[in-house]
């Protein structure tokens, strides 16, 4: 069963930084690309950044782009999103998942269902 647990959300005001962690077991990580979701309340969950599964290849949202840079550690099965400049409108939990890529988007894997709990990111303005 796959176990993916995100963390390093928290609360900090506009223009701060945040860096979430996503560590995941039950799959073989490297074989993998992996994304970061978020969805905010009374919002459809969207996509915010993925990295293939070598990191030579990273896909950005435009709302996020040159501010959040995506990463990921194949030898410590993590991934990581570097958050700066945040903005109030990034306040949402965020997710991450195994995806599916494209050149310019990315979904969840087939058959990918075992959502963690998220990493709620809140931002004040």
């Known amino acids: 069963q796959v176990q993916v647990v995100e963390s390093g959300g928290g609360l900090v005001q506009a223009g701060g930084s945040l860096r979430l962690s996503c560590t995941v077991s039950g799959l073989t990580f490297e074989n993998y690309a992996m994304g970061w979701f978020r969805q905010a309340p009374g919002e459809e969950r969207e996509g915010v950044s993925c990295?293939?599964?070598?990191?030579?290849?990273?896909y950005y949202a435009d709302f996020v782009k040159g501010r959040f840079t995506i990463s990921r550690d194949n030898a410590k099965n993590t991934m990581y999103l570097q958050m700066n400049s945040l903005k109030p409108e990034d306040t949402a939990m965020y997710y991450c998942?195994?995806?599916?890529?494209?050149?310019?988007?990315?979904?969840?894997?087939?058959?990918?269902?075992?959502w963690g709990q998220g990493t709620q990111v809140t931002v004040s303005s």
């Open positions: 998942a195994p995806v599916s890529m494209g050149r310019s988007y990315f979904v969840p894997h087939p058959g990918f269902g075992d």
């Open positions: 990295i293939s599964w070598s990191g030579d290849y990273t």
